[in-house]
């Protein structure tokens, strides 16, 4: 007669744990032995901003019901505070393209303060 017994899952996936074991390996330690610490001074930047990015809700708050704000005007307060943030690359990108013309850019600057209208004193 044969064997009607359904095999146990230990049977079917017998390196089941093994492989396991390698994909947490491959997946998170890996990214420890991967770490230089100069990656470190721009990762706690990165965390600091996402810690005040949670504080930040709460004096949302605050600052809405202590100044009687609609939010409308708090979401463009935000939206105003924020943008030189988010023009942090494109703006630095520019720069690090017209970096290596940057005595023109320094005799530029000298010549729009020379012509610079100047107040009556």
Known sequence: ????????SAAQFPDYPLRLWRWFDRTVLDLGRQLRLSYLPPLMVYLAAGISGLTNIVGTFFVKDYLGLSAEVLAA??????????????????????WRHKAGLIYLGASLIAISPRRAQ
């Open 77 to 98: 307060l935000g939206f105003w505070t924020m943008l030189p943030w988010a023009l942090k690359m494109p703006l630095g990108h520019l720069v690090g393209l017209g």
């Open 1 to 8: 007669m044969p064997n009607t017994e359904k095999p146990s």
